[in-house]
């Protein structure tokens, strides 16, 4: 295992370093807002980057000049559209790829070895990043329904610096996907029979994960959105309510400890050992343990009879 890692380590491409960093970045912000007010100097601009939505709102008070830089938290969507269409791309072409044998494009090949592409040969399997792409494009479907059709948005607002690097992720992720697939020479040819035989035991366990988490993010959202309609699904308001029921009963932001857990369904679908996707992992629990921790704050200093035993992010922890 030791040789496992050093031999991952010194070998960061230029994507692995790009999580790592944002992993790191996340890390040092959750850090920072841990720490006891008054020890360090807050900076404004600081809290306004890392706040969206409802926590953006009850934050420090915020400088009218930074109101230029908002967007509505509502153009959430547009980053789940970016994700149907590129990854749908991405997936299309590593279907052609997989069963008919046809090569990258030339842009894409060129981009993927920019990055860093993987230089797997032989045992590695390409069902492992087939699976894990499909797992995002239907991810971000759903997502995209959510967002027209489950949640209720408010006039809360996001930074455009949030709204641009929410599109920019999901094309990473994307091409982070791609990167990992193993490739013979421009594109590998795998017939639909034999990359079926390719199945093992953790893209199965990998699958199950992936379900049981989006069912979860699912009726989170749903418990979420039916906060603010009435009984005809009517919306009749936009206030913020305590909501109760699935997972809100251990944390205050299950939508976001589900998140997590859809990684870690595709990591395991890569096998465990996928050092690149564990990254992308670390990146997403920072992140998400950051929203969750503005999100549980926000709900204990608005509501009184907040229950006191639910956790911001991990049950019973944290």
């Known amino acids: 295992m030791a040789t496992w890692a050093g031999a991952e380590l010194s070998a960061l491409s230029p994507l692995r370093v790009l999580w790592l960093a944002l992993a790191a970045t996340f890390l040092l912000s959750l850090l920072l807002q841990l720490v006891p007010p008054g020890l360090l100097p807050r900076c404004a601009l600081f809290q306004d980057l890392i706040r969206h939505g409802k926590t953006k709102l009850w934050g420090p008070q915020r400088p009218a000049a930074y109101r230029v830089f908002d967007v509505p938290k509502r153009y959430f969507s547009h980053f789940y ?20 044998g046809v090569p990258f494009p030339d842009w894409l090949h060129a981009l993927l070895r920019i990055l860093g592409e993987a230089q797997f040969r032989g045992g590695e399997l390409a069902l492992s990043a087939f699976l894990v792409l499909v ?9 995209l329904f959510e967002c027209f059709y489950v949640s209720v948005f408010s006039s809360a607002v996001i930074h455009i610096a949030h709204y641009c690097f929410g599109i920019v992720y999901y094309v990473i992720v994307g091409l982070t996907v791609l990167s990992q697939v193993p490739m013979d020479g421009r594109n590998v040819y795998v017939i639909g029979k034999n990359l079926l035989m390719q199945t093992r035991w953790f893209h199965i366990l990998g699958m199950m994960m992936f379900i049981w988490s989006s069912a979860h993010q699912y009726k989170c959202h749903a418990i979420l959105g039916n906060l603010r309609r009435n009984k005809a699904g009517v919306t009749i308001h936009c ?7 699935d997972w809100f009963e251990y944390v205050s932001s299950p939508n976001y400890l589900a998140e997590l857990m859809i990684y870690i369904s595709m990591a395991v679908t890569f096998g465990f050992h996928n050092f690149t996707w564990w990254l992308v992992v670390t990146y997403v629990f920072f992140n998400q343990a950051l929203a969750a921790f503005l999100s549980h704050k926000f709900y204990k200093s608005k509501f009184v009879s907040y229950p006191k035993h639910r956790k911001a992010f991990l049950p019973f922890l944290f």
Do not use: D, Y
């Open 135 to 143: 797992f995002v494009w239907l991810h971000s479907l759903r997502r």
């Open 239 to 245: 206030n913020h309510r305590i909501p109760f029921g």
């Open 81 to 100: 559209i970016v994700s149907v269409l590129w990854n749908g791309f991405l997936l299309w072409f590593l279907t052609q790829s997989l069963f008919l």
